[in-house]
């Protein structure tokens, strides 16, 4: 038997009235998952535990099976792991955006934040500003390491575990009274927006209508994290397909293989038939046991505020990922379990993540069994069944 799961990053959403009262789940054409969901168990899940924020840290822990209470440490450890540092005990990450500020005039305090994402900035355009703020800002006490897209990396030695806001709570708000306390912080965030707004590179991106990459935004401090080993927890040889540091971070901490699939860049137009059949080929000619193929689409799209951009992601999920891996495995005569579900909300009307519960449906190709239900939000609840805790549910899967 393998397992598989598919990962659609902040898929779930509310009722939204320019789609006639449907959810994007409800109003995508997804003619895959429904099949599929006819064949399968339908239910929700909470995902985030109780007094957590609700993030893809600890939601995608809590989809793998660990529980974050235990496990988590903070979100920029785990993707330290994926870029590969090294961490001593006394090192705290920082996650280090490079996000858009507004181009005005005003003291940097009185900035709004515009793009959490600075227009999807390729990981070549992001690693040229950080190296120019590197230049200027870094010491031996704050390291600065390239990550992806605009997701970077910070280690502060000697430092403190220290509440910061992830820049994309606060899209279109005035961010003086969001920056960090620590003064040392909130100065290299202020000079970055000296060194990065009229940077060439920036003025290029501005004549091409593409937002400047302009100020860090340090959040999602933490120590090094301490994983328990995927196999030897639940007995599967497991690998990771994702195009994010974040998850990529959590496999190299669970001794899960991570798979690299060319032209995954986490955005709209990823490579998602690249990363379906990296999962038949690691499944069945590399003999694998389970699969997480994790797709980021449908949460930027949901901070963007793009509902059609959104309900293309959940529909680019269900015909060029979903349907490719059941056609593949089906044709091959492999025995299979596939779940698929979000790992959080990421509602169009607040374009950040909540903690609401997630609908999933759980397909096993050796049963039969007859559903009157659809996979999304609506018929989850209608369903009746509940997972309490999200760390319990690839039990489910694994039964």
Same mark, same amino acid.
């Given at each position: 038997?393998?397992?598989?799961?598919?990962?659609?990053?902040?898929?779930?959403?509310?009722?939204?009235?320019?789609?006639?009262?449907?959810?994007?789940?409800?109003?995508?054409?997804?003619?895959?998952?429904?099949?599929?969901?006819?064949?399968?168990?339908?239910?929700?899940?909470?995902?985030?535990?109780?007094?957590?924020?609700?993030?893809?840290?600890? *939601?995608?822990?809590? /989809? @793998?099976?660990? $529980?974050?209470?235990? =496990? +988590?440490? #903070?979100? &920029?450890?785990?993707?330290?792991?994926?870029?590969?540092?090294?961490?001593?005990?006394?090192?705290?990450?920082?996650?280090?955006?490079?996000?858009?500020?507004?181009?005005?005039?005003?003291?940097?305090?009185?900035?709004?934040?515009?793009?959490?994402?600075?227009?999807?900035?390729?990981?070549?355009?992001?690693?040229?500003?950080?190296? *120019?703020?590197?230049? /200027? @800002?870094?010491? $031996?006490?704050?390291? =600065? +390491?390239? #990550?992806? &897209?605009?997701?970077?990396?910070?280690?502060?030695?000697?430092?403190?575990?220290?509440?910061?806001?992830?820049?994309?709570?606060?899209?279109?708000?005035?961010?003086?009274?969001?920056?960090?306390?620590?003064?040392?912080?909130?100065?290299?965030?202020?000079?970055?927006?000296?060194?990065?707004?009229?940077?060439?590179?920036?003025?290029?991106?501005?004549?091409?209508? @593409?937002?400047?990459?302009?100020?860090?935004?340090?959040? #999602?401090?933490?120590?090094?994290?301490?994983?328990?080993?995927?196999?030897?927890?639940?007995?599967?040889?497991?690998?990771?397909?994702?195009?994010?540091?974040?998850?990529?971070?959590?496999?190299?901490?669970?001794?899960?293989?991570?798979?690299?699939?060319?032209?995954?860049?986490?955005?709209?137009?990823?490579?998602?038939?690249?990363?379906?059949?990296?999962?038949?080929?690691? @499944?069945?000619?590399?003999?694998?046991?389970?699969?997480?193929?994790?797709?980021?689409?449908?949460?930027?799209?949901?901070?963007?505020?793009?509902?059609?951009?959104?309900?293309?992601?959940?529909?680019?999920?269900?015909?060029?990922?979903?349907?490719?891996?059941?056609?593949?495995?089906?044709?091959?005569?492999?025995?299979?379990?596939?779940?698929?579900?979000?790992?959080?909300?990421?509602?169009?009307?607040?374009?950040?993540?909540?903690?609401?519960?997630?609908?999933?449906?759980?397909?096993?190709?050796?049963?039969?069994?007859?559903?009157?239900?659809?996979?999304?939000?609506?018929?989850?609840?209608?369903?009746?069944?509940?997972?309490?805790?999200?760390?319990?549910?690839?039990?489910?899967?694994?039964?």
């Amino acid at each position: 038997m393998k397992y598989v799961i598919i990962l659609g990053d902040g898929m779930s959403d509310e009722p939204i009235e320019l789609l006639g009262g449907k959810t994007p789940l409800e109003y995508a054409t997804t003619p895959t998952m429904d099949a599929i969901s006819q064949m399968a168990e339908i239910g929700l899940c909470h995902t985030i535990p109780e007094g957590m924020k609700p993030g893809s840290d600890t *939601a995608n822990l809590s /989809v @793998l099976g660990y $529980d974050p209470k235990q =496990y +988590y440490t #903070g979100r &920029s450890p785990l993707e330290a792991l994926s870029i590969g540092v090294d961490m001593k005990s006394t090192d705290i990450a920082l996650r280090c955006n490079i996000v858009t500020l507004s181009d005005d005039n005003l003291p940097y305090e009185e900035k709004s934040i515009i793009d959490h994402s600075s227009s999807e900035i390729s990981t070549e355009d992001a690693a040229v500003l950080l190296e *120019a703020v590197r230049q /200027v @800002l870094e010491t $031996d006490t704050y390291k =600065y +390491y390239v #990550g992806t &897209s605009y997701r970077h990396l910070t280690i502060w030695d000697k430092g403190e575990v220290v509440d910061l806001t992830p820049p994309h709570d606060i899209l279109g708000k005035v961010i003086g009274s969001y920056l960090p306390e620590d003064k040392n912080l909130k100065e290299m965030m202020r000079k970055s927006y000296e060194i990065l707004n009229e940077h060439p590179l920036n003025i290029d991106r501005a004549k091409k209508g @593409l937002n400047k990459a302009n100020s860090l935004w340090f959040w #999602g401090a933490g120590t090094r994290p301490a994983l328990t080993s995927f196999e030897e927890k639940f007995g599967k040889k497991g690998v990771m397909i994702s195009a994010v540091d974040l998850l990529k971070g959590i496999a190299v901490g669970a001794d899960m293989k991570v798979v690299e699939v060319e032209g995954a860049d986490g955005t709209l137009h990823t490579n998602y038939e690249g990363k379906a059949r990296a999962a038949v080929q690691e @499944l069945l000619d590399n003999n694998y046991d389970f699969a997480y193929i994790h797709v980021e689409a449908p949460d930027e799209m949901g901070h963007q505020g793009s509902t059609m951009n959104k309900i293309k992601a959940i529909e680019y999920l269900d015909e060029r990922v979903i349907k490719i891996l059941k056609e593949e495995l089906d044709q091959r005569g492999a025995e299979y379990r596939l779940l698929v579900m979000p790992d959080h909300p990421t509602p169009i009307a607040c374009r950040t993540h909540t903690s609401d519960p997630v609908p999933y449906m759980l397909f096993d190709s050796t049963k039969t069994l007859v559903s009157n239900l659809l996979y999304n939000e609506a018929d989850a609840k209608r369903s009746g069944n509940v997972v309490d805790n999200g760390y319990e549910m690839i039990h489910k899967l694994f039964a």
